[in-house]
């Protein structure tokens, strides 16, 4: 099936665990706030694209599926999917202006090539 949004490559999540214990208490609560942000927008995503998902085995189901109508449902999923991936590697990147310079050092540290990609 289709790969579903948020298990591909490095979120966020993955970050979290070596950053949360080298953030002071106001960085933690921004980050908070952060994460709460991208959540509810990924929530709001991810019900989209179930509702998509659903449009297309209705579609499929009919005895000839209109391929226009596919496409068009198959766009709507794929841009949607970009969006994901994008608001994910907006929060890495406000996870990173977060830090300070000694804290980045300290992360690069502990988790060698995990800052490359998002």
């Known amino acids: 099936g289709m790969?579903?949004?948020g298990q591909?490559?490095?979120?966020?999540?993955?970050?979290?665990g070596g950053?949360?214990?080298l953030l002071d208490e106001?960085?933690?609560g921004t980050l908070r706030e952060m994460r709460q942000q991208h959540r509810t927008t990924h929530f709001a995503h991810m019900g989209e694209m179930m509702n998509l998902r659903d449009d297309m085995a209705?579609?499929?189901?009919a005895e000839r599926p209109d391929p226009e109508e596919l496409q068009a449902l198959?766009?709507?999923?794929?841009e949607l999917q970009g969006e994901m991936m994008a608001d994910r590697v907006r929060l890495h990147n406000?996870?990173?202006?977060?830090?300070?310079?000694?804290q980045r050092e300290q992360l690069k540290q502990r988790a060698p090539g995990l800052q490359r990609q998002p």
């Open 94 to 102: 406000q996870m990173q202006d977060l830090l300070t310079d000694e």
């Open 58 to 61: 209705l579609v499929m189901r």
């Open 26 to 28: 106001e960085q933690l």
């Open 8 to 16: 591909g490559g490095m979120g966020p999540g993955m970050m979290m």
């Open 19 to 21: 950053m949360a214990n």
């Open 74 to 78: 198959h766009r709507q999923m794929a």
């Open 3 to 5: 790969m579903m949004g």
